[in-house]
């Protein structure tokens, strides 16, 4: 997962490559782009390419061997967030379309069913002062109603839902994926999705400060690597741009590898390595 890409420019586009790359070198077979996907189409298309570019391997050092082809590009993802403008991003998807990318929009198909974990899509802002575009998406209560119908009518056997939505659900105190400025500032109507009958597994992001991190059903946070039998995550902002975060420190890009397995699932902060570590 990756989320808040923002700036289209060659430095960050070249992160994000390596960021990628990264999560291939990790096993990932599968991405999703989570929310503040450029601020216009022609940046979109940079961007979400640049996650879809099997180039990423190379750009992070690491080589093939000569007799075989540049790997394909991994599945991808993609969820609007407050200021993607649709008709905009549709075209930026379109155009990647045409270059081979396999790429699915969370607004447009909301389930898809990966046999393993069941993704389940939650595009847009939760209120209208929160949008940075006109014609930005926001959801409704009859959307988080609907979401809710349908994870009640899901079988006995169905996989494990894994809720992506461009928003935190509100969280407690200063562990909340959405703590930001001394508050919690996420969507309380997002609590009664994410249960373990409903949605097991989420990944939430816009509050860039909280990201980094992940928590389990009871709010508390879960280890790196450890299996959860809930487990809900803010990866932090892609984009190389310094970061102040929550706990002291600073992100100058984070992505998160999240392992499903049976019915429980596992999560991993992915950074860039300094460039005097790179192979």
Known sequence: MLAG??????????HLRRLVAILRSRGAELLIADGDLGD?????EALLSALASPLAVAAAGMTTPASTA??????????????????ELDAAEAA??????????????????LGDALIVGLPGAFERRLLRADGACMYAQSDLDALGAFFDKL?????????????PPRGDG?????????????????APLITGT????????????????A????????????????????????????????????STGLAALINVRGAKASYEPIRELPAAARP
Not at 103 to 111: E, F, P
């Open 5 to 14: 890409l923002k700036d289209a420019g060659d430095e960050n586009l070249a």
């Open 40 to 44: 216009n189409s022609e940046s979109q």
């Open 70 to 87: 540049s790997p394909a590009p991994l599945p991808l993802l993609v969820n609007a967030g407050n200021r993607e403008v649709r008709a």
């Open 96 to 113: 990647l379309r045409k270059k081979g990318v396999a790429l699915i929009d969370l607004s447009h198909t909301r389930v898809i069913d």
């Open 155 to 167: 079988p006995a056997n169905a996989p494990p839902a894994l809720l992506v939505a461009a928003v």
């Open 174 to 190: 200063a562990l909340g994926l959405d703590f930001s400025d001394g508050q919690n500032v996420g969507d309380a109507r997002l």
């Open 198 to 213: 409903r949605a097991r597994f989420g990944l939430f992001a816009q509050v860039w400060e909280a990201g980094g991190h």
């Open 215 to 250: 928590l389990d059903g009871q709010g508390q946070r879960v280890a790196s690597g450890v299996l959860s039998n809930q487990l809900y995550v803010n990866p932090g902002a892609a984009d190389r741009t310094a970061w102040p975060m929550n706990d002291g420190t600073t």
